[in-house]
């Protein structure tokens, strides 16, 4: 018999759902949670910028956040743990072109629930205060290297917002553990070598200190390193999820001058940058589409001077006055085919499950996906949510989802 029935890799907000959401459903078994770090979500989860929205191209992400954000607003009352949950919207600001098909699309969030309003030049200034919609004020050569346009509208959310990713980790963790009584563990600062694999059936975990682990089922939660670990398991090809790791930046600066700019939704305008207040300071980020995949998540204050901090002076007048204060680089785990999460039970390995691919939407997507992803543990399948869809099989069956709206 083996030790556990259930081992879960991974310390993050995923891996902290899947035991919440078990212990909630009553999973009748014992579950060890492994994490190499000394602590709980020091990987992706520590490092997200924490939004979430349901403005999104694809019915099922649609369908997994607006589900979530129901649930992140519960959180603090069902769990008893703050998450700084935070409904201040989204804003997406937009040029004609993009704005035109925006509404164009506007019948599609409607029949999938979601909520959007479109707003106007002046609308969209009165959001957030002092932002310059025209370019009338950029000097033109300085325009030819940027290429801005007037924004001519908004598609705005007000669904959406943000929240702190690791707070909601840790409270899941809690209650989690304390849902089993004692029938669930973490330990810390145990790494996983690769799972072990005997005639396409997972039996048990090697650890990198020597020793085995055996359990029923395993849940791979662990991340932009989930194929490192399926690679050392002996898994290749098209049973990889096709996720590679990018390092994506988020730079706080000093809050403009600006009355009223400590309110602002999160704003995405020109080149993709995006900001929103983080207490008293300024959020900044844009993912850089020249990243090579890799695991280096060293920041680089010369790509938020070049690629950022140009649009940001021009959009927001006192922005030339604010300081790089600090920043941080962490990894996406980012589904270089159609940017959606790759989930569920592995079809050629039994008893093999996973979640990676999130793409950066991965902490918004957490009560979803860790409620799923138990419903197939405890009773076999899905109910609440069907996210068969999102499984590898779309790859290999050539039925990708993709997802055009990623930051
Ligand atoms: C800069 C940035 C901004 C982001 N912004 C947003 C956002 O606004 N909204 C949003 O929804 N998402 C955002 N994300 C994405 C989000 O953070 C992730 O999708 C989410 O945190 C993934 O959670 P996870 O639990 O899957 O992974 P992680 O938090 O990375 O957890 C995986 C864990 O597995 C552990 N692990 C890995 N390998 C092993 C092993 N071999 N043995 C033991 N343990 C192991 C790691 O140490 C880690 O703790 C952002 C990410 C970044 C980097």
């Known amino acids: 018999m083996p030790d556990y029935d259930l081992i879960i890799i991974g ?23 492994l994490e190499r770090e000394d602590a709980l979500s020091k990987g992706s989860t520590a490092l997200s910028a924490g939004g979430f929205r349901n403005i999104w191209t694809t019915p099922i992400n649609m369908r997994l956040t607006s589900y979530s954000i129901k649930k992140l607003a519960a959180f603090q009352d069902e769990l008893r743990f703050p998450i700084g949950f935070d409904q201040r919207g989204y804003l997406f600001c937009q040029y ?19 909520a959007i309003e479109f707003l106007d ?16 004020h950029i000097d033109p050569e300085v325009n030819e290297i940027l290429q801005m346009k007037p924004i001519a509208g908004g598609v705005f959310g007000p669904e959406c917002g943000s929240f702190d990713p690791s707070a909601a980790a840790q409270g899941y963790f809690e209650r989690g553990l304390e849902g089993f009584d004692g029938r669930a563990e973490l330990r810390l600062n145990a790494t996983v070598k690769k799972l072990r694999i005997v ?48 390092n994506r930046m988020l730079f706080i600066t000093n809050m403009p001058p600006i009355e009223g700019f400590e309110r602002i939704p999160m704003t995405i305008i020109d080149n993709g940058v995006y900001f929103r207040p983080e207490g008293p300071n300024l959020m900044i980020g844009r ?6 995949p890799g695991f280096d998540t060293t920041p680089d204050a010369k790509y938020y001077e070049e690629q950022i901090n140009y649009y940001m002076q021009e959009r927001i007048p006192g922005m030339e006055r604010c300081r790089l204060m600090s920043m941080w680089g962490g990894l ?21 499950i996973f979640a990676t691919g999130f793409s950066g939407h991965g902490a918004m997507e957490s009560p979803a996906a860790g409620l799923a992803l138990s419903e197939l543990l405890h009773y076999g399948e899905y109910r609440t949510l069907d996210i068969t869809p999102l499984s590898i099989r779309r790859f290999w069956e050539n039925k990708p989802i993709h997802e055009t709206i990623v930051i």
């Open 287 to 292: 993912a850089d589409p020249n990243t090579p």
């Open 11 to 33: 310390g993050g907000i995923i891996g902290g759902s899947v035991l919440y959401h078990l212990a909630q459903l009553g999973y009748p078994g014992r579950v060890l949670v």
């Open 332 to 352: 996406y785990d980012t589904n270089d085919v159609d940017h959606n999460a790759v989930l569920g039970e592995h079809p050629h390995v039994d008893n093999l």
């Open 199 to 246: 005639d396409g059936k997972y039996r048990g975990v090697e650890m990198a200190d020597g020793s085995l682990i055996e359990s029923e089922k395993i849940v791979v939660a662990a991340g932009a390193w989930t194929n490192q670990l399926l690679e050392a398991s002996g898994l290749s090809g098209e049973d990889l999820p096709p996720v590679i790791p990018l």
């Open 96 to 114: 004609e072109e993009n704005f035109e098909s925006a509404k164009a699309y506007g019948a599609e969030w409607a029949r999938n629930g979601v």
């Open 121 to 136: 030049a002046k609308e969209v200034e009165a959001k957030v205060p002092g932002l310059r919609a025209g370019i009338d």
